[in-house]
């Protein structure tokens, strides 16, 4: 179709041996060193990329910034904006303070126009189309929003991007249940998509890698929305810790992984007796079926009765969690809240929980562990295996064997505190 060929006979090609030269991908970093994390060290040459999020998450202004941050190492670096006004990107930037930068702006949403018009002149080095949802070709029929048209754009955007060697960036809104189709069908034909996640009521964004052919996708990058702009977060868990309230029953800090760095996170439980006739289970930042297997092995095999209450659990700073390694740090929160006893504010926890109650092993627990003492946490529960491993100066290794034994170690530890505070005449 459209190749304006006969039907019939194929050209012939010369096909390669595997063994041959390989280049590594040409890549610009943009210097914005989270954001380069992400996509695994700078934007290559005629890639395109898809950066999804929630309206209003910062998207826009990472992407100012960036192209911004491209613009002032001397690269040619342009801003399509198809939603809003040339004046109103102007008041972001003067805004964030990259007024001077040699960005080169515009407001359309025909592909045909800017791709004729960014054939011009020197490749630009980075494009960036905001947003993929308001962008219309004339080799489609339908009307613009659709996503057939929101397919043919992107097509042809990338088509130019293979072309010319300019990265191009495309960004799309993604709705709370995923409603609109637009930027779904396009993930599949970009090299990479990021998602930069986060909650509006909350600083913390959070920019990960769901799919990338150039680079890691278990690395986030992680940004503070300021009054000027994001800023990089390049210690993460100080940030994610820095709100905490020490001696509260039900949260436990976690040691996280995130691609290759530690992150330490505060999981918070609430479990509370029901006043409903079907208990709720609600859950923020984490799986909601790994709750559910966790609550199991509690009552199954630790003896706990949860059927009579309400469960909320919630991962501190809007950050989502999603190895399996959560499982014990949020385990020892629920167990908390409900015997009602603080956790020992100066340990991490870590370890996976199997059906059978028993507390796995999980990866990287050295550089978790090193993570917990450089920011001054004096244990660590981790499962038995861990035990082998170096131990850091000042951070003393409790093991546990499984989910039971951490049930009662908690419990014990609520009695002491309960007497302590009643002056020894607890029941
Ligand atoms: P925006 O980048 O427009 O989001 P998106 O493109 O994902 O829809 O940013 C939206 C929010 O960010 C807006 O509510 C205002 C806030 N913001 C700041 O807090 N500081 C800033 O410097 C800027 C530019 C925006
Ligand atoms: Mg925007």
New binding site residues.
Partial sequence: MGSGRKPGKGRLFALEPLMGEAHDAPRLASGISELDRVTGGGFVRGSVLLVG????????????QATAALARGGHRAVYISGEEAVTQVRL?AE??GLRDAAVELAAETAVEDIIATLSEGKTPRLIVI??IQPMWTDTVESAPGTVTQVRGSAQALIRFAKRSGAAIIL?G?VTKDGQIAGPRVVEHMVDAVLS?EGK?SH?FRILRAVKNRFGPTDEIGVFE??????CEVCNPSELFLSERDLGQPGTAVFAGIEGTRPLLVEIQALVAPTSLGTPRRAVVGWDPSRLSMVLAVLEVHCGMRLGAHDVYLNVAGGMRIHEPAGDLAAAAALVSSLVNAPLPPDAVYFGEVSLSGAVRPVTQSATRLKEAAKLGFTRAVVPETARGDTVEPGLRLMDVASLAQLVADVATQGKTILAAKTGGQSR
Avoid: A, E
């Avoid at 999020?53 to 100012?64: A, F, M, R, V, Y």
């Avoid at 929305?225 to 994001?230: F, V």
């Fill in positions: 999020g929630d309206p209003g998450i910062g998207k826009s202004t990472l992407l100012i972001r805004r964030l905001d947003s960004v809104h930069f509006s600083q929305m300021t009054g000027s702009g994001l």
